[in-house]
């Protein structure tokens, strides 16, 4: 298997550079290699990847997923969420309060009055138990132990990362715990199919369509309002390919609370957890492209708004709105939104999501 020998050079990255102890477990970095000869390299510190290598129209290979290129920069990075797993809970709780058999729970406030992306140290800050299965697929472990991050239940979890042949990164989340909980897991990627360089280009130019007829409205602290609006007539309708930078800097209240995009977007479904199309990217000059396809009933389109100018992989620094994300989970702020899909997880169930990013040219 690749990860037993040692590697210097992975996709322009060095293993030796991903390896130390933190809390007395071990990070690593860990490559997946499909029969067409592309790379994908992941930490199991948040499970972040670092590295996604994919041909353009022309054949030549680059890194596609903004990262660090060492573990202390991982650790240290501005962007803490930078192409990590998510969790306990992807998004926002209001306030950091919901209640659960009764009971009310606080978690830590960390995003302006609200609880964001499972608290100070979630699942993007917590070194997981790696499990190479095979050339292909990367099995990272994580107990989030009861009341951690303020969070009722012990959770155990685990992420199934896959790369195919036909260069699709798939993520499977599995999830179990033994005391009712709530649970939304995501993966962060901040996606530059233009290629990881110096300077990063925008993302303006990149075509983008998104599967879903309706969005969340966010108050002035991102919290959805409760309204599921349509995206008819708004900056927010993708049903038709469109360019990123057309709406961005809209004159729109909601442009203007996200800084941008930064809002839940719910997916089309004909059946509730169906693996089903949610958005499609075109970046016109390298002609790469990227599918989503998603279990989950939304999708928070984040267009990198805040995080300006630090240093990333390959000497490359990143420019805000140098990367897309596409972060497919339940609604922010479900525990509080009786009528949107529940996050409610009991014991004895499982909880299961499924997302696919789909790598291709055009
Ligand atoms: O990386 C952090 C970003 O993650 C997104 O999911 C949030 O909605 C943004 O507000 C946040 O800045």
Redesign the pocket.
């Known amino acids: 298997m690749t990860n037993t020998t040692e590697t210097k050079n992975i996709c322009g990255l060095r293993r030796e550079d991903f390896q130390t102890t933190v809390n007395g477990k071990k990070t690593d970095l860990f490559i997946l290699k499909n029969k067409a000869g592309n790379e994908v390299a992941i930490t199991n510190y948040g499970g972040a990847v670092v590295a996604i290598m994919v041909p353009d129209k022309d054949g030549k290979l680059a890194n596609v997923i903004q990262g660090h290129d060492n573990i202390q920069d991982v650790i240290n990075s501005p962007?803490p969420?930078l192409s990590t797993l998510i969790g306990r809970f992807g998004?926002r709780i209001a306030k950091g309060k919901f209640t659960l058999h009764g009971k009310e729970y606080s978690l830590p406030i960390n995003n302006g009055p609200n609880a964001?992306?499972g608290g100070v140290k979630g699942f993007n800050a917590r070194v997981w138990k790696p499990e190479m299965m095979n050339d292909q697929t990367l099995v990272l472990h994580y107990v989030a132990a009861y009341g951690e991050e303020g969070f009722t239940g012990e959770l155990k979890t685990t992420v199934v990362y896959t790369w195919t042949d036909n260069n699709e990164l798939q993520i499977e989340y599995l999830a179990c715990t033994n005391k009712k909980t709530i649970v939304n897991l995501t993966h962060?990627g901040f996606f530059s199919l233009a290629g990881i360089a110096n300077p990063t280009p925008k993302v303006d130019n990149l075509i983008c369509e998104i599967n879903a007829d309706f969005y969340l409205p966010i108050d002035e602290t991102?919290i959805p309002t409760g309204e599921i609006r349509c995206v008819e007539g708004t900056p927010f309708d993708f049903r038709t390919p469109k360019e990123v930078g057309k709406d961005i800097d809209a004159d729109n209240l909601q442009i203007k609370r996200g800084a941008g995009y930064?809002h839940c977007f719910v997916l089309n479904k004909k059946e509730e957890g169906e693996l089903s199309f949610a958005a499609r990217i075109t970046e016109p000059k390298s002609g790469r492209t990227m599918e989503v396809y998603t279990t989950e009933p939304g999708m928070?389109l984040?267009t990198d708004?805040?995080a300006d100018g630090y240093k990333g992989q390959h000497g490359a620094t990143f420019p805000k709105r140098s990367a897309i994300?596409f972060?497919c989970q339940h609604f922010p702020d479900s525990p509080n939104r009786p009528y949107f899909p529940s996050v409610v997880l009991k014991e004895g169930e499982q909880y299961k999501q499924k997302t696919i990013y789909k790598f291709g040219v055009k």
């Open positions: 962007e969420y998004n964001l992306h962060h991102s930064d928070q984040y708004n805040w994300c972060e």
